[in-house]
């Protein structure tokens, strides 16, 4: 984004000035020795302040080199955050046309039909993440085009400069060594031909063998008709990629003959043929069935549509955010788009625009016919496996080549209001980037969980061994402030009581079934997150576990939201699927807590859920963690491992970053204090 602040003027003589020059040796008072005592004076005393802030910039500054552990490997641009402000009273916020109201909008942003609960700046402040991703304000919601370029990983993605809602719709731009530390860059790509001038959509990138980048993206036409549209780095030696043209040929796709106008977005990153070609899968529907459809292409500016589709599943609507990716059936390592073979299986996945949910399928593909065919077709795209049970759409997955693995990046959108939102100026946030592995155990699940570099965010750490939680009860946790953690949890049942219970007919679902309250045999029991010392607000994730006729034994994992907060303006819905548990698994979870949303990853990633959590009570210093057991008639055993996680370092962009990045107290005293201080003792002698 642009630098707000103003650059002054490069031409000295253009600096304001509050006296006017006079010619050498002129003299009209004079007193030549009086006015140049003055001088040796102001000069002397100038000296001296430029000393004192020298000293006061060594005691209080270290060298960048230094060995401190606490930023030993954060970039140099990284700055701390500021404080939030204290509490204050906002009011209602209207709204307009103007500011992007849509019918689509209002959709994506979950809008509370309900009272409006009076916010105030304390609570909305605290709703901010310390280390996800989010831009400094306004709207954002698809990932586009994740890749890592020249030391540099970057992220683009849907972007409202102007507003927090959506409309407007351009591509921002951000730049990290890690994924998790963040530099904001210049927007990438606006709104400002006929063929996207109603929005930049989502797009994906692909690196060609040579290095270079296409990136191939929707727009909407002056018509409002989705075509794609094709996109490069001006300069494919600047490692930020920081301008981007757009092909004097666009669009280079429109909707085929018998496609709606509207029913034709999110270009794939392309994969390598066999033939030679480069080939793309586009999602969009046919009457109520999803499909994608398939383009071959060796420019990337003509294309080939296949006869047929990759694949179609009826009654799942218009696929959005197709994906098409291989995954190891063997190796723990990522493999790049193209790869294909024996040991391969392929993921399409889709975002359904009737549920907003994200879908994935294992299957086989067939590079001949340009088709796939699911393992399961009672577990197929839209009707099987969800990416996360939570709060997740419009995900992309990239090869990150710089480590060998896949990586997934997903929306985590709002859950509030849109009046609330408009009131804290920003909307919207991405997921902790994933890895994505073939769970060879399971066969039919992925095995997602957060890149490792988070934890290098981890501080203090407690430890809970063996605690026993006893039926009915609840444990605090003394693990000091509650809104920034990372918890690893084991949790066993009683083996004696799992045998011996009474089998039940009772079918159990985590959206149906009442919720953590809902007592069983077998649980629920978890952890109680973002709750405060009442437990007034609290949301539980849960296992539970039920055993059904012939004494099959069946695990749920579940979060419910309905306690999370006293406002009445906010989505509380209850969450979860089934999960698989093998033989002699113990019961796990990871959790991150991150201020207004939790991520949770069950039996190593197997299944996940991610909420937002709007509390008005459990924030700041009084969010508390607690461990539950809420069955009848078995205790739990626990172990729980829980670090506080320091704050990521997001940045804004200003002109001339690297510049910037480089130029610090130190550049300061050993470069230009030199020269202040030559000038002034040339002027004094």
């Known amino acids: 984004m642009a630098d707000p602040r103003p650059f002054l003027p490069s031409d000295p003589n253009t600096l304001p000035c509050t006296y006017t020059p006079l010619p050498n040796g002129a003299n009209p008072d004079g007193a030549p020795e009086t006015r140049k005592r003055h001088l040796k004076e102001l000069l002397a005393i100038f000296s001296g302040l430029l000393m004192v802030s020298l000293l006061v910039v060594i005691i209080s500054g270290k060298e960048p080199n230094s060995h401190n552990a606490s930023n030993k490997h954060e970039p140099l641009f990284l700055a701390k955050q500021p404080h939030t402000a204290s509490p204050q009273k906002l009011r209602p916020v209207s709204r307009g046309v103007p500011a992007g109201v849509s019918e689509k909008m209002n959709r994506l942003a979950g809008d509370v039909e309900a009272p409006v609960f009076p916010w105030n700046n304390s609570m909305l402040s605290w ?4 280390f996800h991703f989010q831009p400094e304000k306004n709207w954002m919601n698809d990932p586009n085009g994740p890749l890592f370029y020249k030391g540099w990983y970057h992220f683009f993605y849907q972007y409202n400069p102007n507003k927090a809602v959506w409309g407007d719709i351009v591509w921002g731009h951000a730049v990290s060594k890690d994924l998790i530390h963040w530099l904001h860059l210049p927007l990438a790509m606006v709104a400002d031909q006929w063929y996207d001038v109603n929005g930049v959509w989502t797009g994906s990138a692909t690196i060609l063998p040579d290095g270079k980048i296409v990136m191939l993206y929707t727009g909407s036409t002056n018509e409002s008709v989705q075509v794609q549209n094709l996109a490069y780095p001006a300069d494919h030696s600047d490692p930020l990629l920081l301008n981007w043209v757009k092909y004097s040929g666009n669009p280079v796709l429109v909707p085929p003959p018998g496609i709606g106008y509207k029913d034709f977005r999110d270009p794939t990153t392309a994969w390598f043929t066999s033939q030679g070609k480069w080939r793309i899968t586009i999602g969009s ?4 069935t999803g499909i994608s459809l398939v383009y071959d292409t060796k420019d990337f500016k003509t294309y080939d549509l296949l006869n047929g589709v990759l694949h179609a599943v009826p009654g799942t609507g218009m696929w959005e955010c197709v994906d098409f990716y291989p995954v190891s059936k063997t190796s723990d390592k990522g493999l790049d788009t193209s790869v294909n073979g024996p040991d391969v299986k392929h993921v399409v996945k889709a975002s359904l625009d009737d549920d907003r949910n994200d879908y994935y399928a294992f299957g086989t593909y067939d590079e001949k016919t340009g088709k796939w065919v699911p393992d399961n077709q009672k577990i197929d795209v839209g009707i099987g496996i969800r990416y996360d049970y939570g709060k997740f759409y419009a995900s992309k997955t990239f090869y990150d080549q710089n480590k060998g693995r896949r990586v997934l990046w997903g929306w985590i959108g709002e859950s509030d209001s849109e009046n609330a939102d408009v009131q804290k ?3 919207s946030l991405q997921g902790i980037p994933r890895t994505v592995l073939f769970d060879q155990k399971t066969g039919s699940n992925l095995l997602q969980w957060p890149v490792e570099e988070i934890e290098t965010l981890r501080l203090s750490s407690k430890d809970f061994n063996k605690v026993e939680v006893k039926a009915g009860s609840v444990v605090p946790l003394q693990v000091g402030p509650a809104t920034q953690l990372d918890i690893v949890a084991e949790f066993e049942l009683d083996k004696r009581v799992l045998e011996s219970v009474a089998e039940s007919n009772e079918a159990f679902s985590c959206n149906t079934s009442g919720g953590a309250a809902k007592r069983g045999a077998l649980g629920p029991f978890g952890l109680l997150v973002l709750a405060d010392e009442t437990l007034t607000e609290q949301t539980p994730v849960y296992f539970y576990v039920a055993k059904g006729p012939g004494g099959i034994v069946d695990t749920f994992f579940c979060a419910d939201q309905t306690r999370s907060s006293v406002a009445n303006d906010v989505r509380k819905e209850i969450t979860g699927s089934y999960i698989p548990v093998l ?6 979870v990871r959790i991150l807590v991150d201020h207004s949303i939790v ?5 190593g990633g197997r299944t996940t859920i991610t909420n937002r959590i709007y509390p008005t009570k459990a924030i700041y210093g009084a969010a508390r963690l607690f461990v539950f ?6 205790s739990v055993t626990a172990s729980i491992k829980v670090w506080q996680l320091n704050s990521a370092f997001i940045r804004p962009y200003y002109q001339d970053e690297t510049s910037l990045a480089s130029f610090n107290h130190f550049t300061f ?17």
Do not use: C, M, Y
């Open 127 to 130: 709703q901010r993440t310390a």
């Open 285 to 288: 529907k046919l009457n109520k």
């Open 425 to 427: 100026g920003w909307a």
């Open 583 to 588: 033989k002699d698994e113990k019961l796990s």
């Open 599 to 603: 991520e949770s990853f069950a039996q």
């Open 629 to 634: 057991n809420n069955a009848t008639e078995t």
């Open 669 to 685: 005293i050993k470069f230009i204090a030199p020269f202040f201080i030559f000038f002034t003792l040339f002027f004094v002698r």
